[in-house]
């Protein structure tokens, strides 16, 4: 089966498989994994859906929270800001055109 897969290449942990081959674990491991007698799914590293994040992911992903809730904080002061200065825009902009009008 490898040899088919990896270009008639010799599996490099044999020495690991003729340890695990008699192990009621390993055995119960490949009966759940074979299905009507297919070839035993290979999974790639890192590829299994079952495995946990690691620690840099989970560090970058813990602290990511608070940099959004900063940044949402900070759009919302922009927000706060701009309409105060809209509004007093606008109140110079109404004392300049009742000050034109009046004349």
């Given at each position: 089966?490898?040899?088919?897969?990896?270009?008639?290449?010799?599996?490099?942990?044999?020495?690991?498989?003729?340890?695990?081959?008699?192990?009621?674990?390993?055995?119960?491991?490949?009966?759940?994994?074979?299905?009507?007698?297919?070839?035993v799914?290979?999974?790639?590293?890192?590829?299994?859906?079952?495995r946990?994040?690691?620690?840099?992911?989970?560090?970058?992903?813990?602290?990511?929270?608070?940099?959004?809730?900063?940044?949402?904080?900070?759009?919302?002061?922009?927000?706060?800001?701009?309409?105060?200065?809209?509004?007093?825009?606008?109140?110079?902009?109404?004392?300049?055109?009742?000050?034109?009008l009046?004349?």
């Open positions: 089966m490898y040899k088919n897969q990896h270009e008639d290449k010799d599996f490099p942990f044999m020495h690991c498989y003729n340890k695990l081959q008699g192990c009621n674990k390993w055995d119960d491991l490949l009966h759940t994994l074979m299905k009507d007698g297919e070839d799914p290979i999974d790639p590293a890192g590829a299994s859906t079952g946990s994040i690691g620690n840099k992911k989970a560090k970058a992903e813990r602290n990511a929270v608070p940099v959004l809730a900063a940044m949402d904080a900070s759009i919302e002061k922009m927000i706060t800001s701009f309409s105060m200065e809209n509004k007093e825009a606008a109140d110079r902009a109404a004392v300049v055109w009742k000050a034109i009046d004349k």
